[in-house]
């Protein structure tokens, strides 16, 4: 399917609304967030035809699925330092970053080509508040750690803490984002980790379920 600014501007402009976080911007930031947003769905959308970097290709649906579905975890969001872990294509992390200037985030992949995409998109955008690094979030050592380390790529809930719960600043904490509740998982986890809240995600435009999952050390662990 070609892409079509206008049409997929004005399907930003629709969903962001119904977005609470989001609507709660200024009229002129917004403005400027879908111009933004815009941009990045066409340079999705022209290098996800020599790289793959999406199973999503409709820039529609990449709308819903992937811009309002990462733009739905804003309220969850602690502190300003935030990890995107196995961010692929950019994902959630550069929406985020977009909607929050004044924090920090860093998107971490091991995959070169994706990381590559997400240079390449900082530079389009002009984003000072995004570092890209290539590395394994298990064997990433950052020089200062994280409010929020947050992930959509982990299939796991105990994997996730196993990889990334030495990312945290003490006070923060693990967002896993699923689609529906992961009993099993919450089941699975390690016994120094707790979910301490699961919230219900409302993506505009999205008919299944998406949740939240809060994991933080247990106390004194």
């Given amino acids: 399917m070609a892409f079509d600014p206008v049409l997929i501007r004005g399907d930003l402009a629709a969903g962001l609304g119904a977005l609470p976080a989001i609507a709660k911007l200024p009229p002129d930031f917004r403005e400027t967030l879908l111009d933004a947003l815009t941009c990045y769905l066409q340079e999705l959308t ?93 064997s990433y050592l950052p020089d200062q750690l994280f409010d929020s380390v947050i992930s959509r790529a982990f299939s796991a809930l105990a994997d996730f803490a196993a990889n990334s719960g030495h990312l945290l600043e003490p006070g923060g904490a693990l967002l896993a984002m699923k689609g529906k509740v992961p009993d099993g998982e919450l089941q699975e986890l390690p016994s120094d980790w707790q979910a301490t809240r699961i919230e219900a995600l409302q993506v505009p435009g999205l008919d299944a379920e998406r949740h939240i999952v809060v994991l933080e050390p247990m106390p004194d662990s």
């Fill in 46 to 138: 022209k290098w996800n035809r020599a790289y793959n970097l999406t199973a999503v290709r409709d820039p529609q649906q990449m709308v819903v699925r992937h811009i309002f579905d990462s733009l739905a975890a804003a309220p969850v969001l602690r502190g300003d330092r935030i990890l995107d872990a196995g961010t692929g294509a950019g994902l959630p992390g550069i929406p985020l970053a977009l909607c929050y200037p004044e924090r920090q985030f860093t998107l971490l992949d091991s995959n070169g080509k994706k990381i590559r995409f997400v240079q390449h998109v900082v530079g389009e955008l002009g984003l000072t508040n995004v570092i890209p690094v290539q590395a394994r979030a298990e």
